[in-house]
């Protein structure tokens, strides 16, 4: 930005110069003030033609680094784009993960009341505690997947 201006301070110099006008009061002169003559060290055309050329470069600079922005912007929105992906899956496996807890939980609650049941029947009826552990073992033989099998032959015979 500051080199834009020095570039146009420099034409306008310059186009005063060519026109043989000076600048004015509302330029900066002040009264009595002595006019600065342009130096002669280059020649109109060529202080035209750098400004110019500086310009254009400053231009080409610009569009490259907005080239450089639109990318990195496309680049990060495939990234967003990605994550939110990521956060949607995990958001997915985390709700399958409470409700298998909370069916898990719930069958757990269950087990727990019926051998409370069964506890508390097996005391009411006999009274001894010994009954109580062969109620368990029953129990845990009924839950068990060979014991099962095995109550099933019990029953029959």
Known sequence: MIESLKSAAAINATLF?????????????AD??????????MSEADTLSAAIQR????RDSYKSRAGTQ????TRLRAVNDE???QHEQTAALR????????????????????IHDL?????????VAES??????????????????NDHTELRS
């Open 32 to 41: 009595g003030a002595p006019l600065r003559q342009p130096e002669p060290q």
């Open 55 to 58: 310009l254009i470069s400053e």
């Open 132 to 149: 109580v552990d062969a109620t368990l073992m029953s129990l845990a033989r009924r839950l068990s997947p060979k014991g099962a099998a």
């Open 70 to 73: 639109e990318m990195e912007l």
């Open 95 to 114: 709700d399958h993960y409470m409700r298998l807890a909370t069916e898990m939980l719930t069958t757990l609650r269950h087990i727990d009341g019926t």
């Open 119 to 127: 506890v508390q029947k097996a005391v009411g009826a006999n009274g």
């Open 17 to 29: 110069a060519m026109q043989g006008v000076e600048p004015g009061r509302d330029q900066g002169q």
């Open 83 to 85: 994550l939110r992906r």
